[in-house]
């Protein structure tokens, strides 16, 4: 992943519930009222300890009432430590996991029924933040984190090279994303369709031939800027509902605000993501301080298209080429892509107000034009939607285009920001509502 930049449910329906097993007090030796008294107090007292970090935060209740909290609190960034063995290359140094060595590290399935599919992912390339999982476990109808562990990763294949240190630094030893795959029934398979890391940037796909190419981001502050505020998935609490269905509840978190999300995943030959958050903002927002604070993103890249290559008809390069826009009474925006000649000019930014529904479109699906670049599939990269946007503030949607001399580097971004100044929540009823569903289609 590259560093720059489902229908509304009701997600606190997902009920905890705990059980305390005790022994079978006849077929026990003798012992003393006290000692049974005693020993059964134990036994409440651990199966609590064992079971609150799974009773805790997880309904959407819960987790805006979390996410209220945390926004009353100092932001703490949690940067994680450089390790250099396994974070990106550095220029030309074979030092650290390129994006194709990091997908060696194949983790065994927390969860496989057959429908869904749902693997860890540890700490390597950009995938840095620590990100803490939760799966639902439908025989205690409550959810286990999902635990860290070294052997379950292949830290030792032979095409990551130089080899790993074994063991690895202390700081290499965490979960950060999370992949999630489902049943296709033709031809029957079971593709990966989303992808979600601790770093606030997701993935989602169609069916095959449709591949990842547009990511999108839970949050955006400061876009572009040095000193850009990246918004953090911290927590994850995963649990299929149906052959169609999957439903996700997190918490969002970054120097701006704290929020929380509820999700519903349905795959298909377009699949889509419906996503509510309940945002708390950290300190009052001024837009003529901060001009781009929003709850969603778009990042992509784009390097040359037809117009860059006139003399070569295969050199096109890009996972999106044209921004589109709708709007409430109807109108229409084409905006083909386009960045700086100079790489010392500033970058191209462009607002296009309130827009119903909007999405990055790779418009060009001919084969041939990418022919220079035909491994990594740029005819068949996802265009992504946004659409049924709902907001308790008003927005509007900036596009944002750098200069780039490379395919490496996402220099596109479309962002949704807030427009209108607001101030800090005064209780858990009073934080930012917005909604939407992200389609991603071929």
């Known amino acids: ?130 990100l803490e999982i939760w799966m639902y476990q439908p025989e205690s109808e409550s959810y286990a984190l999902v635990t860290y562990r070294a052997k379950d990763f292949s830290y030792g294949h032979p095409e990551i090279q130089p080899p790993l240190p074994d063991p690895l630094p202390t700081a290499a030893r965490h979960l950060s994303a999370v992949d999630i795959g489902s049943h296709r029934s033709n031809p029957m398979s079971w593709p990966q369709i989303l992808h979600l890391g601790g770093n606030g940037y997701g993935r989602l796909a169609g069916f095959p031939p449709l591949e990842f190419g547009t990511s999108f981001r839970l949050g955006v502050h400061d876009v572009g800027q040095p000193n850009e505020d990246f918004v953090k998935l ?65 990042s992509s890249m784009f390097w040359k298209d037809s117009r860059a290559t006139l003399d070569d008809s295969d050199d096109e390069a890009h996972d999106a080429d044209r921004f589109t826009a709708w709007y409430a009474d109807g109108r229409r925006r084409e905006h083909p892509l386009a960045i700086p000649t100079n790489p010392d000019d500033p970058p191209l930014l462009a607002d296009f107000g309130q827009v119903a529904d909007f999405a990055l479109v790779q418009s060009n699906r001919n084969a041939g034009r990418y022919g220079r670049y035909a491994p990594v599939d740029y005819a068949n990269r996802v265009s992504l939607l946004i659409s049924d946007i709902a907001s308790s503030l008003p927005y509007t949607v900036g596009l944002w285009q750098s200069y780039t001399d490379y395919e490496g580097a996402d220099n596109v971004a479309v962002f949704v920001r807030f427009s209108r100044d607001a101030d800090t929540p005064a209780s858990v009823d009073d934080g930012i509502a917005f909604s939407y569903t992200l389609t991603a289609y071929r």
């Open 1 to 130: 992943m590259r560093r720059l930049a489902a229908v509304n449910m009701n997600a606190s329906n997902v009920i905890t519930i705990m059980t305390v097993q005790t022994d079978n007090l006849m077929a026990a030796p003798p012992r003393t009222a006290v000692w049974w008294l005693h020993r059964l107090a134990c036994g409440w007292l651990c199966a609590l300890a064992l079971g609150a970090q799974a009773a805790t935060a997880t309904t959407f209740a819960n987790l805006t009432q979390e996410a209220f909290d945390r926004s009353r609190l100092p932001w703490d960034p949690m940067l994680p430590t450089p390790v250099a063995e396994i974070d990106p290359p550095e220029g030309s140094d074979s030092l650290g996991l390129d994006f194709v060595e990091y997908g060696k590290l194949a983790g065994k399935p927390l969860h496989d029924d057959h429908v869904w599919w749902l693997r860890a992912k540890p700490r390597g390339n950009f995938e840095k933040d620590p």
């Open 234 to 298: 911290r927590k994850l609490y995963l649990r299929p509902i149906n052959q169609r269905a999957l439903r996700i509840l997190g918490l969002v978190d970054c120097e701006a605000y704290a929020a929380a999300l509820a999700a519903t995943l349905q795959p298909g030959a377009a699949s889509t993501l419906r996503v509510t958050l309940k945002i708390f903002l950290r300190k009052p927002l001024r837009i003529a301080d901060q001009p781009s604070l929003g709850p969603l993103g778009l």
